[in-house]
Structures are given as structure tokens and as C-alpha cells.
């Protein structure tokens, strides 16, 4: 998939609304939050403000390849896509029609000097509380808390890991592996989505963040 969106870097970026894919009357939008122990935040085209890139997901591509092309096009780089990370349903107030955005963690391989949004948007590497201060939407800050804690619960498996890989042959060492093994899943679930009850609204630019269960 990497060589279909190196592909992506000189063609324009994709605009209109006519391959748009919907759920239920819900447009459909799928992003990132890009990882290289900073995170990448690109400026708004109208504004200013900063946010992580996302866009449409269209008929003729999957999640992935929707999440990766929008990442190359609004913030000129390529990498590895990680997990999802969860959905998100929100009202864009200026077109007044609400979205479930999929956002998934991407881990960058190469950042590129032209790629198609350049001219239009500014791109700025920060720490994640430096993100999490400066991004414009709520939902988006939901989904950095998020992605913080994947990070954090790889983390923790790869430190419980080891001593198992190790001492295999002790049959007596399984069980309290897999104990703790099973207590860390047992964390991560609600960890990772992080979805709040009700809505969240922000400055009259944000957009207006619902809960998948409201």
C-alpha cells in the first residue's frame, strides 16, 4: 500500500462529495494521529487552527488506504498504520451534518517536501501535551488520549513479556503470565476508546462532539 500512496504525493488531493461513502446518513471520515515520539498536527486551510489530519473515506478504496491517502495528502508524510484507535461521532458546523470518524495511529516513515495540501496548510511536530493544548476539536483530543494510552498499554506487555519468554520451560511461570496478561486486557478497552457522555462543544469554529451511545 505504500507505493499506491507514494503515487498520491504529486496528484492533486481529492475534493467533492460525489464518492463519499455514508453510514446510516453519517458521513463517513477516517484520519490519524501521526507517531515519531512527537505527534503531527496540521493547520486548518481556512484558519489557524491546528488538528490531526482526516478526511472523506471513498467508494473506491478501504479504511486503510482512505486513512493513509489523507494523511499524505493534508500532511505530506507515509508510515505504518497502526491500530484503530476508535469512533467518533461529530457535527461539523459549517456544513451542519454530522460524521463518525474512524481514527487509526501512524507510525512515519518518510516525510515528504511536496505533497498536495502544501501550499494550503502549515505541518508542526509537538509533544503530545503541547497537541492535546492546541488542537481545535474536543473529539480529536478524546482520540490523542487514546492513542496515548495503546502506547502506554504496549508498554506494560512488553515489560511483562520478556521474563515469559525466558522461562518457558517452567511450566509452573505460565499461569501467572497469563494472569497478568489477562488483566491488562481487561484494562484496555475502556482505556482506549475514552468516549465521553453527551457532547463537548468548544469555541463557534469546533465541531460538535456526540458519544457513539447517545
Not at 489557524?48 to 478501504?62: H, S, T, V, Y
Amino acid at each position: 500500500m505504500t507505493m499506491q500512496i507514494k503515487k498520491l504525493a504529486l496528484s492533486p488531493s481529492r475534493s467533492g462529495r460525489h464518492m463519499q461513502r455514508y453510514n446510516q446518513g453519517l458521513r463517513l471520515v477516517v484520519g490519524t494521529l501521526i507517531e515519531d515520539l512527537e505527534v503531527l498536527l496540521i493547520s486548518s486551510q481556512k484558519s489557524a487552527r491546528m488538528m490531526f489530519p482526516k478526511g472523506g473515506w471513498e467508494l473506491d478504496e478501504n479504511i486503510e488506504l482512505a486513512a493513509s491517502r489523507e494523511t499524505l495528502e493534508e500532511a505530506g508524510v507515509i508510515g505504518s498504520l497502526g491500530h484503530k484507535l476508535g469512533e467518533w461521532v461529530f457535527k461539523s458546523r459549517s456544513q451542519e451534518k454530522f460524521h463518525e470518524a474512524s481514527m487509526f495511529s501512524l507510525l512515519v516513515t518518510e516525510e515528504l517536501d511536496v505533497w498536495p495540501e502544501k501550499d494550503v496548510r502549515q505541518r508542526v511536530w509537538m509533544t503530545v501535551d503541547e497537541a492535546r493544548e492546541v488542537c481545535a476539536h474536543s473529539w480529536m483530543k478524546e482520540a490523542l488520549d487514546a492513542f496515548v494510552c495503546e502506547l502506554s498499554h504496549e508498554q506494560r506487555v512488553e515489560e511483562v513479556l520478556p521474563p515469559c519468554r525466558l522461562r518457558l520451560k517452567e511450566e509452573e511461570v505460565l499461569p501467572s503470565c497469563r494472569l497478568r496478561l489477562e488483566e491488562e486486557e481487561e484494562v484496555l478497552p475502556s482505556c482506549r476508546l475514552r468516549l465521553s457522555i453527551g457532547s463537548q462543544i468548544g469555541s463557534d469554529d469546533d465541531d460538535d462532539y456526540f458519544s457513539l451511545g447517545d
